[in-house]
Nanobody, 131 residues
């Protein structure tokens, strides 16, 4: 199994920025999709952004388009989620996950959690956006 470690969460004011990192064990990007998911209290876990390690294709949820950017550093086995213009609605625990790419990035990110397509998960990092 792929081991994943998230970091970078914290408390920020609305309009602020955070940079989340997901460090993966070994060289995993050739075969995996790496995704960022979030879960707020009382809500289901949702896909925020995902990236293919093989071809670099990406997906962003409509709620974060234009504000978040996902990127990869294959040499460092790291995926970054740069979050700008943060809103209180972004408050959640953010999880990094890895799954073997069996379809395109978009459906994996949108429905992959419910379908059990992501087999490796990090411990989560709390993001709180509040005044």
């Amino acid at each position: 199994q792929v081991q994943l470690v998230e970091s970078g969460g914290g408390l920020v004011q609305p309009g602020g920025s955070l940079r989340l990192s997901c460090a993966a064990s070994g060289s995993v990007f050739r075969i995996n999709v790496i995704g960022w998911f979030r879960q707020a209290p009382g809500k289901e876990r949702e896909g925020v952004s995902c990236i293919s390690g093989s071809d670099g294709s990406t997906y962003y949820a409509d709620s974060v388009k234009g504000r978040f950017t996902i990127s990869r550093d294959n040499a460092k086995n790291t995926v970054i989620l740069q979050m700008n213009s943060l809103k209180p609605e972004d408050t959640a625990v953010y999880y990094c996950a890895a799954g073997r790419r069996i379809t395109t990035v978009q459906p994996m990110c949108v429905i992959g959690v419910g379908k059990g397509l992501f087999g490796s998960w990090g411990q989560g990092t709390q993001v709180t956006v509040s005044s």
